[in-house]
């Protein structure tokens, strides 16, 4: 019963790493979201910009936001070994 309880607590704590990860990723992709709102308005308020400007700045900023979303992705994987670490220890811990 104790050790149930130790597991769940466990998993718990898993559970609220991975669920501050996934609103760290949600903020980042509201950002994102906004940022590509205002570069679309600019773009249709100054029509008179070069187009080769305006591809020049979106291609930056989708470059940036792959690296953040390599970087996302990269975060949550990190938790979630962590957490498979932890159950191979607990494993290897109730064999013994």
Known sequence: MLS???????????LLRVKAALHDQLT??????????SMIRSRE?????????VAEETQKTL????????INQTELHLSL??????EEEEEEESDS
């Open 4 to 14: 149930r309880l130790q597991e769940l607590r466990k998993e718990e704590e898993t």
């Open 63 to 70: 470059g940036q936001m792959d690296n953040e979303a390599a």
């Open 81 to 86: 070994q962590d957490h498979e670490e932890e």
């Open 45 to 53: 308020e100054n029509i008179t910009v070069s187009s080769s400007a």
């Open 28 to 37: 980042r992709l509201k950002v994102e979201e906004l940022a590509l709102q």
